[in-house]
């Protein structure tokens, strides 16, 4: 029978990437996003012809409550949750508005916390199931212009350690993937990569590349609680 995974964030960029990966490693998926139509497309281009796009603000506790237990009676177990959904808006501490502060915690981070409560108890009974949170290499390095940013993803380094902790016995892995610069819609704004450090690699990631790392961790059965950088090396130069 094969493995069924979530994947939030997955009608675009990373989260689509590691939902075609795993489509085509046998995994039926579960797209979630907030734009069903976009999820749809998504799920139209995977391997495969079992998938399903789903509309949940992770953001919202009641949309998440919900969508994990229709998921649990429509489709079963799930074996692995990626949490891709994230949102950025740069800008000075001082110029930021506490409405969009708090969005940035409540997609980034909270919106994780929700999805791994909604999924853990289904993961409990599945072996072999992992949980996996997107951070950033701003979480770990810091960035100007991205206090909240940061905040939310170095904030979800720390919960990520310790539901690694809580979990494990009860056979549930947790790891953390994250990314450095790498092309997605999220980026495409970006208007000064020329004020980058320098990428050792000598340019900025694409999806795919994302992805392989995502699926390593998740099938990875001795790994737990680890923070995996994919980001050329820019980490080195922050
Ligand atoms: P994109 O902007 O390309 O995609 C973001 C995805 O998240 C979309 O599917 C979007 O769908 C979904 N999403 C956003 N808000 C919500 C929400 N409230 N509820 C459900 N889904 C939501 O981003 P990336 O692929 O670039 O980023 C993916 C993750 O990687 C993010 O967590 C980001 O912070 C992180 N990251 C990205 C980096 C990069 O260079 N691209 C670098 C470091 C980290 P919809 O809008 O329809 O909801």
Redo the contacts with the bound molecule.
Sequence with gaps: MSRLAVV?????????AVAQLLASRGCRVVV????LE??RAAVASLDGGDHVALS????QEQEVKSTFEKIRKTYGKISYLV??????RDGLLLRQSSSVMRSLL???LL?SMLTCKAALPGLMHTPGAALLN?????GVKGRAGQSV?SAS?SGLEGFTRSLAKEVASRGVRVNML??????????AGLQEWSSLPPIPLGR??E?EEVAQAALFLLLSPYVTGQTLLVDGGISLNM
């Design positions: 939030t964030g997955g009608s675009r960029g990373i989260g689509r979630v996003s907030r734009d976009a999820g949940c603000d992770v953001g949490n891709s959904a994230g949102v950025n409540e997609v980034n919106g997107i951070g950033s290499v701003v940013y993803k994250v990314p450095g610069f790498i092309r997605t819609d999220m980026t900025v990631g999806v």
